[in-house]
């Protein structure tokens, strides 16, 4: 049933919405151009539409007026915000799905339609509920776990580390019009960024490639600490989030570096850019042995074995590629930002910081 419609560049935009089965269908000019399941009043669908471009739909059922909020984008650019009514016939829907256990316990002088939109709210807060609860309950096993291994300070040190990595990511999907779900911090594990599947092998590189950034930019700013105040903590965390963000940047599936470097040999649909990858994993092997980076050898063998694994299969995603100046420029920025890592483990070691020496230590491992 039709939830409602609107008119936009000479096209007609419907959302199609079934409250018992919680499907949604968004349908542009009679064709579905994006279909999901939702139970909650807030909804977001992403597609693409061949004279548009990037197309992003938000709406939010608002219970007390019977009519719903939405916004569409185009491109990154918000080009409508308004409100419709909800059909009568959507409403009636919505009052039907309740089913016989509603008739029984609503009072007769009350109308159904509105006990369903306040059923429909309620629902939607146990579920954002739920998911709260799941990422405070995380966030407080990953404080315990790390105030264990370390101190208390150090483990909100290292969680915000985390939590600035992940926050690169989320920043990036939102970029692009991809909807997210937020983050979780899992203990032994770091953290997740949660969200829909790039479109574009660019995307991919550029959300992968985000995390590390937003950890640099961690990473520099305690290290700045360190310099102005000679803070041993300060130093200590800034040698911990180089190593982590580096090991990120291993080139192993689903690790950062592992999208990345997929993504780039994907890209070059031909057995040319295999050859170029095993040159350069060739090249960083003998230079990460030359300064007795061990650690990084053997993850560099691992990434070749993956990526040859999967070869076939990545040839065959439907997924745009990146362009010969995409895949340079990508190829520079991963290794500007793995050296900048390296560069800042080896700044902080030989200045004979306490602590320190374990980052060489693992690299060397």
Known sequence: MQLF??????RVFSVD???????????????????????????????????????????VLNMRAADVNYELWVNGERVIEAAAPVSVAQQDSFSEAQGQSDQLVMPANKPTKSNSWLSIGLVAFKLL????????????ASVAVYSVMFTLEFAFALIAVLVFHEYGHLRAMKKFGLPTKGMYLIPF?????????????????YISMMGPVYGLIMTVAFYIVYLVTDSHFAGLVASTSALLNLFNLIPVYPLDGGRVVKSLVFSGRNYLALVALLAISAACFVLAWKLGFYFITFF????????????????????????????WFSVLWYLVVVAMFLGMILLIAQDGLPGSEIALKVLAS
Do not use: C
Not at 5 to 10: E, G, L, Q, V
Not at 304 to 327: C, F, H, M, N, Q
């Open 189 to 205: 594990v770091g953290g997740i960024a949660v969200g829909d599947m790039p479109k574009t092998r660019w995307q991919d590189v």
């Open 5 to 10: 419609s609107f008119d936009y560049a000479n």
């Open 129 to 140: 509920k739920a998911v709260q609860v799941v990422k405070v309950a995380l966030l407080a």
């Open 17 to 59: 919405a079934t409250p018992a089965s919680g499907e949604e269908i968004v349908v542009v000019d009679g064709a579905v151009v994006s279909q999901k399941r939702n139970f909650g009043i807030t909804s977001e669908h992403s597609f693409v539409l061949d004279d548009l471009g990037e197309v992003k739909l938000i709406y």
């Open 300 to 327: 560099i063998v691992l990434g070749v074995i993956d990526i040859v694994a999967g070869w076939r299969v990545g040839l065959a995603e439907d997924i745009t590629p990146l362009k010969s100046y995409g895949i």
